[in-house]
């Protein structure tokens, strides 16, 4: 059985992308074969997380959703991709970074249902242990429906007011659509906060629980989404809690 985990913020920019794309090779360094895929139709990012910037002619998620190819023949298997190469394997479905491919997909033509059938299909056939789905920020049908058929939703919010106002409606939507575990990350804490004091007062104000409050970090900042933060900094601090963080999550 796949473990299917939705990553997913109200407001953009909170770091969902850099955050499933460290978490998919931790995974896969523990021997797990994972798959990671980019839900962000319009603005996607993730392969650039693995040093590509230009896809080529490999078949993306767009080529799924407008009918011509099945989902899993979108999965690369990136585990040569890294340096050094995880113990286990890891699949990535990108998203098309192509202008005309976007503008296909911002007009819809496909099935909502679409994207969520396609997760299930891709999981057996690449006889997947956890699927990490990155998701685009806000709300459209296509993710509520991925949240709810995912086992985890991991929220990412930053301690922003505007953050928590957005959060507080993705929890509620979640429960309504009796929604998986839900767990809250909070990210981009200022270091001279107490990470531990911002987890308690978000864990209270809503209810749910934290699973870890990540500081800002030099080093993401950095790399700036050209490269993995658990490859180049494996003992710095954001690695170890990345580290904690996946080990409750699976
Ligand atoms: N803890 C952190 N410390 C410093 N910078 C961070 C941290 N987390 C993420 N970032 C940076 O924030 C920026 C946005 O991150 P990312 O693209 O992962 O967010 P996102 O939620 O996927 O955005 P979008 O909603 O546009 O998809 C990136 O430049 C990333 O390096
Ligand atoms: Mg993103």
Redesign the pocket.
Known sequence: MTITIAIH?F???????????NMAVLLADSGMRVGLIDT?LQ?P?LHMFFGRFDLGRNPTLNDYLAGRCELGMAAINISRWLNPPPVGTLFLVPASGEADKILESLRGSYHAEALSEGLGALSNDLDLDVLLV?T??GLNEETLLTIAAADRLLL?LRPDHQDYQGTGVVIELAHRLGSPKLLLLV???PVSFDTGEVAMRVATGFGQPVIAA????????M???GGLLVRRHPNSL?TSILRQIVAELV
């Not at 990540?214 to 900042?221: G, K, V």
């Open positions: 913020s407001r953009r920019g909170t770091g969902k992308s850099t955050i499933a794309a962000s603005s990012s990155d685009p920020a990412l990210n981009e804490v990540l500081p800002h970090s030099e080093e993401l900042q790399i700036g989404s954001s």
